[in-house]
């Protein structure tokens, strides 16, 4: 994995090649992440999504390729929102020094110093510090819990933010006010992503361009707008077969166009509902 300083992308990935054993679970994947941009990465359970998100991690070792990051001088250049929010946090940890972890480990700054930049970052991602401060994560709602992921990964100032199925097992109205969140930080603060999913749905609200992996091979990829309506593999129709649900497929809009939590409805079902809702 090597730095690229001077180019328009901070993500640049060619020809990745990734296997276990005998067995080839990427073959020959490229994907390009434009500074400031938001790249959706989509595919069905068995796709490669994970291991494509391992390898970029630096935790499963490429058999061939490259992977080249623009780290803007970041120390931990790519940092991970996971799938569950809860268990991805440390129980035993109050939010806000959770959300300061990555400048403790780091020794930046002073204990208040680290504190009040985690308290910043409460704010900016719509949790007041007043109330959450002192929150442990088991007492946080899944959309809570997200959000304090979310500071987390952003205070380490990380070139590229590499979100796992960020939103799946979050009600549904709680998903569009996470990838709200993600959409306003992406237009406020330059952030890039890496947004992966098995959701078209999904995607379509947070990402500019979508590429779409099957069986370790990307299939089809370009603007957003344009694959959803008019793909042109059949993967790529059978995925938005499985999404009946995906809002105004039909007619393109901006993607940076914030969601309605009320009306947007992801075709992915929830399993049920809080035992105790909380706000989120």
Do not use: W
Request: glycine share 8%; hydrophobic share 40%; with cysteine.
């Amino acid at each position: 994995m090597s730095d690229v300083a001077s180019t328009p992308d901070v993500l640049i990935v060619s020809n990745l090649v990734v296997g276990y054993g005998d067995r080839v679970v990427l073959d020959g994947v490229s994907i390009n992440v434009p500074k400031g941009g938001s790249v959706g990465l989509v595919g069905e359970s068995g796709s490669g999504k994970s291991t494509f998100a391992r390898t970029i991690l630096g935790l499963q070792k490429p058999r061939s390729g490259s992977i080249n990051i623009a780290s803007g001088g970041a120390d931990h250049p790519v940092q991970m929102v996971f799938q569950d929010p809860i268990s991805s946090l440390n129980p035993h940890r109050a939010a806000l020094d959770i959300v300061a972890e990555p400048l403790t480990i780091r020794g930046e700054g002073t204990m208040r110093q680290r504190r009040e930049s985690a308290r910043e970052l409460l704010s900016r991602v719509g949790l007041d510090p007043h109330r959450f401060a002192d929150a442990r994560p088991s007492t946080l709602s899944g959309g809570q819990a997200q959000r304090v992921a979310i500071a987390r990964a952003l205070i380490a100032r990380p070139a590229l933010l590499l979100c796992d199925e960020p939103v799946s097992s979050l009600d549904v109205s709680v998903q569009a006010r996470v990838l709200n969140l993600l959409a306003e930080l992406r237009d406020e603060i330059g952030l890039s992503m890496l947004f992966i999913s098995h959701d078209l749905a999904v995607v379509r609200m947070i990402a500019d361009s979508v590429a779409v992996l099957c069986e370790g091979q990307i299939v089809e990829s370009g603007d957003t707008e344009s694959v959803i309506s008019a793909p042109q593999h059949e993967y790529t129709r059978q995925l938005l077969e499985a999404a009946p649900r995906l809002p105004g497929a039909s007619r393109p809009a901006p993607t940076s166009t914030l969601i309605d939590p009320v009306n947007f409805s992801p075709p992915a079902p929830f399993a049920g509902p809080s035992p105790e809702p909380k706000d989120d």
